[in-house]
């Protein structure tokens, strides 16, 4: 990693290029000012967070894992089997319910990026540009539509994903709670009705997309 960067700030430094005497070729897999190719984190349906260096898709770690069988279809079954396994993580003093004080730990531990979007949270020196320019993004997550919490790193826009599987609202989830809401985001995820999720149809999370963005940016500069 640190070899990549050092290599990035060599390649912004450098001076207009001269032409390149035959050199072996050197795989740069970041551009620079977007950084790495993939987002370093993404946020299972379920709620579980996948982690990478940024130079692999958390998001197919996540569907790989996920897609037991390894057909490239994820199913229904297959989710909630994804669900099962999370909730059993979650379930620490397996009481056969995520209680709030597991769910404190997942908000805290496991996946403190789902924190984020609260006030406070980030306390980042920053110059009035920055200030501004935060207060603005502030603004456009306070939006309904805009996504925020986890559903910035998350193919759905569901901010708390294992609190909002509370569904009788007794301040726990239990396994079959998490099954049921595994079965109602499932539909969100297959719009067509196919009864399978495949990798590429899966939406990109936010964080991914910006990047995406960033990279389709810098090669139409490049052309
Ligand atoms: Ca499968
Ligand atoms: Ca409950």
């Known amino acids: 990693m640190m070899f990549v960067l050092a290599l990035l700030a060599a390649l912004q430094e450098a001076p207009p290029p001269a032409p390149l005497p035959a ?20 946020i299972a349906p379920m709620g579980q967070p996948f982690r990478t260096d940024g130079q692999s898709d ?3 770690a996540w569907f790989t894992q996920a897609d037991a069988d390894h057909d490239g279809r994820l199913t229904l ?6 669900a099962d396994r999370f ?9 056969g319910e995520i209680d709030p004080e597991e769910m404190a ?18 306390k980042r020196a920053r110059t009035g540009k920055q200030r501004r320019e935060a207060k603005v993004a502030a603004r456009q997550r306070a939006d309904y539509e805009a996504p925020y919490g986890a559903g910035i790193y998350a193919s759905l826009n ?24 595994a ?19 899966l939406p990109r999370s936010p964080a991914q997309k910006d990047i995406d963005a960033c990279r389709a940016q810098a090669d139409k500069r490049k052309k």
């Open 23 to 42: 050199q072996p070729s050197i795989v740069v897999t970041g551009i620079p000012g977007c950084g790495p190719p993939f987002a370093r984190v993404y």
């Open 58 to 60: 958390p998001m197919l």
């Open 158 to 181: 569901i901010p708390e994903p294992v609190v909002s599987a509370d569904l009788d609202l007794n301040r726990g989830v239990s396994r079959a709670e998490l099954a049921e809401v």
């Open 77 to 82: 079954a297959e989710l909630q089997a994804d």
């Open 183 to 201: 079965a109602r985001r499932f539909p969100l995820l297959d719009p067509a009705g196919r009864g399978y999720i495949t990798y590429d149809t």
């Open 87 to 95: 909730f059993t993580t979650l379930d620490r003093d397996r009481s």
């Open 105 to 122: 730990s997942y908000e805290n531990q496991v996946a403190p990026e789902i924190k984020l979007y609260q006030r406070g949270q980030d």
